[in-house]
Structures are given as C-alpha cells and as structure tokens.
C-alpha cells in the first residue's frame, strides 16, 4: 500500500515539532496505525496504539468508564473522548487519536445508524470530538473514519500552533 497523503503530512509535522503520538481505535481496528507507520520513519513520533473493539478492552486498557458504557454506549461522544484521554495518558503522548462507531453494514438502530462514528484528539489543550455519519459500505466507512481521524488530528495540531503565536 501506498503512503497516505495525510500520513505523510502527520509525519512531517510531528517530526518537525518533536511531538509524540497514540492511538485508540474501535471501528477503524488498526487502519490508521497501519496509515502512520506505513510511511519510513514514523517511529520517530508514532508511539502505538490499542485496538479496543470490546468495551472491557475500552475500560481495561483505555480507562473508559464503565458509567458512559452503560449510560451512552460506546458509540458515543463520550466514549471517543474517554478512549483519547486514555490513550494520551497511557502512553504518554502529545497526542492521541480515537474512533469508535458503526462501520456496518449491520449493528445499526434508529438512534445509531450504520456510518455513525465519532473520531476526538486528545492534546495539551483538552479533547475535540467530532460526530460524521458516513453512507458508504463497510470499508468505505472505515477508511473515511480513518481520514476524518487524520484531519482532526491535523486541524488540533495547527490550532495549538495558533494558540503558541499568541
């Protein structure tokens, strides 16, 4: 497989800053683990990752609470940030990139349709989350989670570097 255009440009920023990243995916199960370090180098800033596709791997590796299981489900707003959180103190990073959603093409409910999937950034000024429902099939939904991840990740390390101008 090819480098990943944002793969690439997440490399290059990082290295050129020195900043560490995680992550904690669900839906995604290792694609964009495999995205960084398919490009030379990237152990340079890619520190690793968990893929937490059961809730007991969620609230044993990543310290999802078992009270946002419960209460929203995984598929939630809360549980990417608890997943991203968790992942930036665990392996004590920078940054840390999370998804959890429904990639399909079944586990979908009139509340939580197939292509629902939340991707948050954890970093040094808190967690962003963002909420996309893709329609695509189930590879189309996992690479377009993936992407979304990327650009989230990208868009937050460009925002501290606005707020460091200041």
Known sequence: MPEHPLARYVYELFVERRLTLATAESCTGGLIGHLLTSVPG????YI???????????????????????????????????????????????????????????GGTATKPVGLVYVACAGP?????EEHRFTGDRWQNIELSAEAALRLLLDQVQVADRSAMR
């Open 125 to 129: 000024h808190g967690v962003v989350v």
């Open 48 to 106: 690793g990752g968990v893929i937490a596709y059961s809730n007991r791997v969620k609230q044993a590796l990543l310290g999802v609470p078992e009270q946002v299981l419960r209460s929203v489900g995984a598929v939630s707003r809360e549980c990417a940030e608890a997943m991203a959180k968790g992942a930036r103190e665990r392996f004590a990073t920078d940054y840390a990139v999370a998804t959890t959603g429904i990639a399909g093409p079944g």
């Open 42 to 45: 990237s152990s340079e800033y």
